[in-house]
């Protein structure tokens, strides 16, 4: 039996597992992001205290971001200049891969729950797929042939623009783009606008007409450069179930019969579609990425 590591590092959590396969955890530990000095000798503490036990095949890591995904660089692997204070050019690969000396998967962690989802939930059976998060930020994961895109970069699709409703007075809230789809989307924008937090608007408040608007946008913008087969739309807010009807009919007029496909044309029902693993998904991907560093096949669809 093969043991994995894997780990989550995100904005106000750590989660580091040791584990066999998607239902078969064997050990995991939390702890609260704090800086990088503190949190990689944490990390690197638990995976090895494992692999000295039993050996770890490989690590895969599901990271916030942004970060440095080309592997041509002397920086590959760590979080690339951020806002989050401490965090920016932290090495997070190089320190575990010298620790551990095995294979490190690395990605970002939208990517990495849409490659867990992919495998083993919404997107099972199929090649390519869009995964978003619509929570504290907006990211969107882009796979296709089964491996995440990466070009210079990872997409950061959070930031795509979209046009507002003429009726929104809400100027958005993105520090870079005001009203970037994250300004005018995410929960935060939802909860600045209205002045309550996203989960107490009643189902039939007018914010959700903008939500599922807004999202219906970003939805048909990557239908347009992406042509994925599914899309997935998680993160806190999508908890708002209510939003997918709502999303799938603004998508049809919007795209006004432009995109002739039956997967869109008669089956949106099934295209586009809430997550199947929760909050599994990220630690799952984590563990496609080590199957995958490791070379092992049957992480490949
Ligand atoms: P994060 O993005 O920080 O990882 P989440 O995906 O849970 O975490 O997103 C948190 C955001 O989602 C907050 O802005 C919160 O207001 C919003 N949110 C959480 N739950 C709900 C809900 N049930 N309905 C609407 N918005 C929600
Ligand atoms: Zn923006």
Not at 174 to 200: Q, T, Y
Not at 239 to 266: A, K, S
């Amino acid at each position: 039996m093969t043991l994995y590591g894997v780990v989550e590092t995100g904005g106000t959590k750590m989660v580091c597992a040791i584990v066999a396969g998607p239902d078969d955890v064997r050990d995991e530990v939390r702890f609260p992001t704090t800086t990088p000095e503190d949190n990689i000798p944490q990390i690197i503490a638990f995976l090895q205290r494992h692999h000295q036990q039993s050996p770890l095949a490989a690590v895969g890591i599901g990271s916030f971001g942004p970060i440095v995904l080309d592997r041509s660089l002397s920086n590959y692997g760590s979080v690339a200049p951020t806002t989050k204070p401490g965090w920016s050019n932290a090495q997070v690969v190089a320190p575990i891969r010298a620790a551990l000396t095995i294979p490190v998967g690395f990605d970002l962690d939208v990517t990495t729950a849409g490659l867990g989802e992919l495998m083993w939930g919404a997107g099972k059976g199929l090649n390519h797929v869009v995964y978003y998060t619509v929570g504290t930020g907006i990211g969107a994961g882009v796979i296709t042939n089964g491996q995440p895109i990466a070009c210079l970069a990872h997409p950061e699709a959070g930031h795509q623009r979209i046009s507002r409703l003429p009726e929104d007075t809400f100027p958005g809230n993105c520090s870079f783009h005001v009203d970037c789809l994250e300004g005018m989307a995410a929960g935060p924008a939802i909860e600045k606008r209205w002045g309550v937090k996203a989960h107490l608007l009643p189902p039939d408040h007018i914010a959700w007409r903008f939500q599922a608007d807004y999202l219906a946008q970003a939805v048909m913008n990557t239908i347009l450069f992406v042509s994925p087969q599914r899309i997935i739309l998680g993160g806190g807010v999508m908890d708002q179930e209510h939003l997918f009807p709502m999303i799938r009919t603004r998508v049809l007029e919007r795209l006004n019969g432009y995109i002739n496909l039956e997967p869109i044309t008669h089956h949106i029902d099934e295209f586009i579609v809430p997550p199947a693993l929760g909050n599994r998904a990220g630690m799952l991907g984590a563990l496609v990425l080590a199957m995958r560093a490791a070379g092992h096949a049957s992480a490949e669809v």
